[in-house]
């Protein structure tokens, strides 16, 4: 199923490039991009949710393009609702208040965005201190949400909500492949964030 939802996205975007990511790449990236300390932060990252949600901010950053989470199916080509000039596209799922956004789709059309950023500098902060108990507060849409608190950053993001865009994608979840007991929100309520 999962391989189904990745073969979508690219038989519906066939001008666009593709990348898959696992532990070993993402922590060559960290190491060829932000050198051995970064990548030995990387590692030390005990649950693979926590793991994903600091490789996806910090690989946008650095290149931009677009992160979709493998549970998320395309639907239609980006070209229908996507502004591919857009400098940087997230989306709010429909429990979602104003400022929170999620962090499974992330478009920035050019690398360096100031709202990424600013992410980056919180997560890599907390991932040098291996600070933090919770993955969504510190790591994942948590800081998102806490980044566009400031109004600067927050107008250089277009937010698209969710429901506006359903027939071109179906925003899915990690919890539609895993039981709930391996699932990120409950592994983080007893083990550690970090190895």
């Given at each position: 199923?999962?391989?189904?939802?990745?073969?979508?996205?690219?038989?519906?975007?066939?001008?666009?490039?593709?990348?898959?990511?696992?532990?070993?790449?993402?922590?060559?990236?960290?190491?060829?991009?932000?050198?051995?300390?970064?990548?030995e932060d990387f590692l030390s990252i005990r649950l693979p949710a926590m793991q994903a949600d600091v490789f996806?901010?910090?690989?946008?950053?650095?290149?931009?393009?677009?992160?979709?989470?493998?549970?998320?199916?395309?639907?239609?080509?980006?070209?229908h609702w996507l502004d591919p000039q857009s400098p940087l596209v997230l989306l709010r799922r429909p429990h979602m208040h104003s400022a929170q956004v999620a962090n499974g789709f992330i478009y920035a059309h050019q690398p360096?965005?100031?709202f990424l950023e600013a992410v980056w500098s919180s997560i890599a902060s907390a991932l040098a201190r291996r600070a933090g108990t919770g993955v969504w507060t510190m790591f994942g849409?948590?800081?998102?949400?806490?980044?566009?608190?400031?109004?600067?950053?927050?107008?250089?993001?277009?937010?698209?909500?969710?429901?506006?865009?359903?027939?071109?994608?179906?925003?899915?979840?990690?919890?539609?492949?895993?039981?709930?007991?391996?699932?990120?929100s409950t592994r983080e309520k007893h083990e550690p964030l970090y190895l």
């Open positions: 199923m999962l391989r189904e939802m990745t073969l979508t996205w690219q038989r519906l975007n066939p001008g666009w490039s593709y990348r898959c990511f696992n532990r070993a790449t993402a922590s060559l990236f960290f190491k060829d991009v932000f050198g051995v300390s970064v990548q996806r901010v910090a690989y946008i950053l650095t290149y931009g393009g677009l992160w979709a989470d493998a549970a998320t199916t395309c639907l239609s080509p980006l070209e360096q965005h100031p849409a948590g800081i998102f949400g806490k980044t566009l608190m400031d109004v600067n950053l927050a107008r250089q993001v277009r937010v698209v909500e969710v429901r506006d865009i359903t027939q071109h994608l179906s925003f899915g979840s990690s919890s539609m492949f895993m039981p709930a007991e391996q699932h990120w």
